[in-house]
């Protein structure tokens, strides 16, 4: 009797594994279930699709882990392996794919039903997968933690728990669907208990520098560092660009103001810094499409290649709420008796601005142009230009996920309002991300140009300041090369410290005009003339259109 209970559990244990584990391998042909239009074949002892994929297992199958083998044909221009699991049907289902091209990632995301889709994980690869050469995969699936594996690794590529699993909580494994031609083997299918990764600890494989190669990488970076140099001078206007790398110390590192802004305290352990740029991934909302709560945009390589860009600083981009950048300016004798004005074209969102540790001037925004003033702070020899920003410009708005109103077809929140980005940037980007410029001039110089072109002539308002001590005459010159001959537009005089906008027009031209077809455009040069001496020039490039609203159209 106990041998015959013993042998019926051996018959029984056996049946439950062979119902509850699946291996297919396809040197014997499997009847199939496909989905597509595309082909799904069995040749050679592989499974090959393209534009189509096949399905296994069970709709009811919950938790489980699953792997299998793929390549690519020789002949294929890149790696494009597709896969899937919980497919409950084609609307509902993961979708995981390894790629290697012109993108190098392993890419997850959940397809669902009436808008339902979601963007989980993209995890860049550090190796470029090649035609060819086989990978293995594996996957672990339960409850709301999915676990990816590659060949062998012990530590997964990708670990998240899909906080929505319940829109494809069951479902078949599937092979296939991209649309180069792949061959699939060694497919298993083991179901999981319910708490097969309680107590699992949430760690994925990383190739990020360690500490000790980061501050290798940084001593590199800032021993490659040197200082913005101007020789010349002599010409009525000198502008010179700051773009480029500037030194980059994060408030987290260095709180001191009184270090950090005075030309006396060393910088040699302070990192690099490309301006312009933002300091954190740029995530634009516009585009809609996220991984998560991270707004992704529409290429996946953007978005990769945002967040590579940011986690190869030597720095902890995700814990700098705030930093200093330095700058180190060599000018030139005379520069004292010379107009020097600091142009940011935008910095985000707050920033405290100091000329060789005096205090230079403050600006709060994030798409306009502010300009600072450096009448004697500059001086001739080494000048040392340090900008403090502060990433947060408004922080603990009430309810600032909330929906408020909705912008043609995206949901405005209290955040997108309030905040200086509004909206066209999550993640609160931060950092000198527009140009940087040092303008030099004469004290009797233009400041400002503004154009209204029409068909046959333009209006201009051109805005001069006199900064010199005395009254002085001038006169504006404005040349366009095969258009204009550059005649003299009138004159004026200026009390000492005015600024003026001084209004001008010419007609009778016959300029090529702009239109999106032939974007036709002119270089309008400006001069300023005082005592027989040209004391600044500048040029605008601009075209000559006109757009108007006329009975609901709009005409160019």
Known sequence: ??????????????????????????????TLETIGKGSVIQQDGILQTQNAYATFGDSSLKNYRFSFRASMPDTASEVQIWAGFRAYNRNDRYILALRGGRQNNLYLSRLGYMGTDQFLALRTLDFHPVPGKWYALRVEVCGARIRVFLNDESLPRIDVTDSNSNLAPSGKVTLGGGWISTRYDDLSITPLPDNALEGVPSKEYTTSATVREKETLRKQQRDAWHPIAVTDISRPRTEVSLNGNWLFMPVYQLADESKAI??????????????????????????????????????????????????????????????????????????????????????????????NGKPAGKHTGMFGQFVINGKGLFKAGKNLVTVKVIRDYVTGIKDAGKVVDVAVSVEVTNKMLKDLAHGFYNDDPAGIWQPVSLLITEPLAITDVFIQPGLTGARFDVTVKN?????QPLAINMDIPGLYNGKRLASAVMKAGEEKTLHYEIDHLQPLLWSPQTPNLYNFTFSLESNGRITDSTTITSGFRTFASKDGFLYL
């Open 1 to 30: 009797m106990i041998n015959s209970v013993r042998i019926l559990a051996v018959l029984l244990l056996t049946a439950s594994s062979a119902f509850c584990q699946q291996r297919i391998t396809f040197s014997k042909k499997v």
């Open 262 to 355: 005075s030309p006396q305290e060393s910088d040699e352990q302070w990192h690099t810094m490309n301006v312009p740029d933002f300091w954190n991934p740029i995530r634009i909302w516009l585009h809609g499409e996220t991984f998560g709560r991270h707004p992704k945009g529409a290429s996946d390589a953007y978005f990769q290649r945002e967040t590579a860009r940011c986690e190869g600083y030597t720095f902890d981009y995700k814990k700098t709420n705030a930093a200093w950048y330095r700058q180190w300016i060599n000018l030139p004798a005379g520069i004292e008796q010379k107009e020097t004005l600091l142009r940011f074209d935008a910095v985000s969102k707050v920033s405290e601005v100091y000329i």
């Open 467 to 471: 900064n010199t001590d005395k009254e």
